[in-house]
């Protein structure tokens, strides 16, 4: 049995500025958890979509009952892969992310779309999605009770922190926040608006660097059985994107 969970959102800005936040939400202030994000694939599709991999390393409290559960030398770290797509000519942006390791303890899977609001030009709305599984013998619902409990109180840290990235970019030029891409197409040169917020690009350094310091704090290894194969990028996630 899987818990699902689904909640719906109205972001009080336009979608351009949505996007150009959501790829500098890291670090903030409420989400302390986040160790890491890396980039793993990017690729601009013929269609003019932005198709972007990504992996992450996460570090959760866990309770008491559920360290009996982790062996001695296991890794606490948790690494999320996130596949997004932004589609610049319907205006959304579609996101998917699943844990790597610690599967059999718990598998969570979330989907997140963000569209321009038909009624309102300057809301976006949001669509949130999480399926919350576990493999455990007698004991997957009560790990799935607590999985659900945790992942609202993490989506909560994490609309925080989306609004936190937005503040920031009020006041900064729109040349900062946005990339106009140029592309090749049957002889033609097309001019495509995409939102990638180069802004938070150019702040890579200081990211680096608070990062770093992370890192020296707590260090994990990742498995090898869940090593990033680019050549099935996005195949995982496909049916997620296709409605």
């Known amino acids: 049995m899987v818990k699902y969970f689904c909640n719906y959102a109205d972001i009080e800005s336009t979608w351009d500025q949505v996007v150009s936040a959501f790829w500098q939400r890291y670090p903030n202030p409420f ?42 030398g296991i890794s606490r770290c948790v690494y999320i892969m996130e ?47 999480a399926w919350i599984s576990s493999s455990i013998y007698g004991f997957s619902r009560p790990i799935q009770e607590f999985g659900l409990a945790r ?7 994490a609309m925080k922190g989306l609004e936190y990235a937005l503040s920031n970019l009020q006041g900064t030029s729109a040349s900062h926040l946005t990339a106009r891409c140029f592309l090749q197409s049957d002889g ?16 890579s350094r200081d990211r680096k660097s608070f990062y770093k310091k992370k890192k020296k704090k707590k260090t994990c290894a990742l498995d090898t059985r869940h090593q990033v194969n680019p050549s099935y990028h996005f195949e995982c996630a496909s049916k997620f994107f296709s409605f």
């Open 151 to 157: 992942f609202k109180s993490n989506q909560v840290k």
């Open 83 to 129: 596949d997004s797509i932004v589609d610049p000519v319907n205006r959304s942006l579609t996101t998917y992310t699943w844990n790597l390791n610690h599967t059999m303890l718990m598998s969570v899977e979330e989907r997140c779309v963000f569209r321009d609001s038909p009624e309102q030009p300057a809301v976006t709305q949001l669509r949130r999605e």
């Open 188 to 203: 033609k040169q097309n001019s495509v608006f995409l939102s990638v917020a180069i802004f938070g690009m150019e702040k």
């Open 31 to 72: 989400s302390t958890h986040v160790l890491t994000e890396d980039v793993v694939y990017r690729e601009v599709t013929k269609d003019h979509c932005l198709l972007t991999r990504r992996l992450l390393m996460k570090t959760n409290r866990l309770p008491r009952w559920a360290e009996h559960f982790f062996p001695g």
